[in-house]
């Protein structure tokens, strides 16, 4: 975490899939992908699992409504998603006391709703997972009450006297980080998984016909689904350490023990501040207006080096504001994720090294309103940014996920600008346009230079237009806060 986390505001993010070695150390990995655990979750699900994303975070304490951090069901309705969350108080050997991970039991067995096009194929949106509105809550509350036939319950998993491993159904159970200003740093280990026939593909980097050798290997390598045998067979040969950890969860001297969970569940004034909080926490937007985070200030004569910390650390806020991208039935969301995290997890240091080069197209400019372009002219410029990615690109499937690195940078960048354009038709909120037309232009730069000669001149031309597009509307908020 010291050396690649990102250090934002929201939250330090280290992606652990740089570093296998961590996942496979036979000292700790026990915590989180125990054999245990893993067997558990194969029954759940019907078959092979994979992992599919390996992160660890550090959050401090702090109230904020923010991209991923809000009331939700992860992934998408077409598809099962479990995740195994290891936490533990941030720097001591004792479990979580503050930013806890809180969630709803039994809502689990309910469906998400879902839209159809006009040609009533099915497809959702992200924002269609989330519970943040009283009518959300009262819903999900609702639906809790019918499914349990008891009153609504909210577990906290506030759980000091040691670390704690909480293995979930993500794609089915309300759940969140619960933040707020009180308690301490959390530090955790989060490992999510796919049944492996639904989501063929790798964690890392490896040959299909490369032979696991560990059970740690088989879950990050290539599975398909098809190798039940090969799967079964190295979960086999965990069976003492599966037999042992029963042992030691049923002998109640041991640490190893199950936590009821009805002893965590929020009551009284507890469970009245947990819901003010969920609905009305602040935005990034107002975190980053409270920590004095303006760009009017650098509107008039200001010197390259100040500009350029301004834009960067507005955009450290702005980045974690809501985007609300498509979902679709077969899945193909996936594409996008590691550019997705490249973005979000980037640290102001490194988007203060990107800026330098776009300064051109900001200094002395004049801004006004009519740099709020329109969404649909701003989709139509996506379309062609995309188009002109495949033409250069003419041996890359952009329809599927690559393993190969070079590929995948590719393929993500491009379904990621896809989503983007399509999605910046849709936005509720200023704070959602603000955020995809960040994105447009911080994902855009990251793939400039993979481009020919030709094609970068217009490329750096619309990326332009997504920069002046993010901070006119900047603008435009600050001059309504008052600045």
Known sequence: MNGTGSHAF???????IAHPEFIKHQDYNSAFIHPLLIALMAYAMGGPVRMTDARGKDTQPISVNAQDNM???????????????????????????GQNFTFLPGTHKGNRLIRVDGQSQPW???????????????GVLGFQRDITGHEPRVVEVEYPDQPITVLFNAGSLVHHRYRNND????????????????????????????????LADMLMGYQDGSDVGTFCSLLGAQAAAIEAKITEILD?????????????????????????TVINAPSATQIKFESGN???????????????????????????GLLDLIIYADGHEEIRKPARKSVWTMPRDKIAQVLPAWLPAVEGYKF????????????????????????????IDFAKESTDREEQKISSAHQLIVDLGESITRCEKVETYITTNLFLFLIIDQIIPSLDWASRHR????????????IASVLVVEKGYGI
């Open 10 to 16: 929201l939250h330090s993010f280290s992606h652990l």
């Open 71 to 97: 009331l939700h069901i992860d992934n998408t309705p077409f598809r099962e998603e479990y995740k195994i969350l290891l936490g533990w108080e941030k720097g001591q050997v004792k479990g979580p006391t």
């Open 124 to 138: 959702s949106t992200e924002n269609d997972s989330l519970f943040i509105t009283n009518e959300s809550i009262d």
């Open 183 to 214: 308690g301490n740093a959390r530090s955790c280990v989060i490992t999510a998984f796919h049944l492996a026939s639904d989501h063929p593909g790798a964690l890392i980097g490896s040959d299909t016909d490369e032979e696991p050798r560990s």
């Open 252 to 276: 109640e001297g041991h640490h190893s023990t199950l936590v009821d969970t009805s002893r965590l569940t929020l009551s009284g004034q507890k469970l009245d501040t947990w819901r003010k």
């Open 294 to 320: 303006f760009l009017s200030s650098a509107e008039t004569s200001t010197s390259r080096e100040l500009l350029v910390q301004k834009l960067a650390a507005a955009m450290s806020y702005d980045k974690h």
């Open 368 to 395: 006004s309103t009519a740099d709020v372009e329109k969404p649909e002219v701003l989709r139509q410029k996506v379309q062609k940014l995309a188009r002109l990615i495949r033409e250069n690109f003419p041996s």
């Open 459 to 470: 490329v750096i031309a619309t990326c332009a237009v997504f920069l002046r597009a993010y």
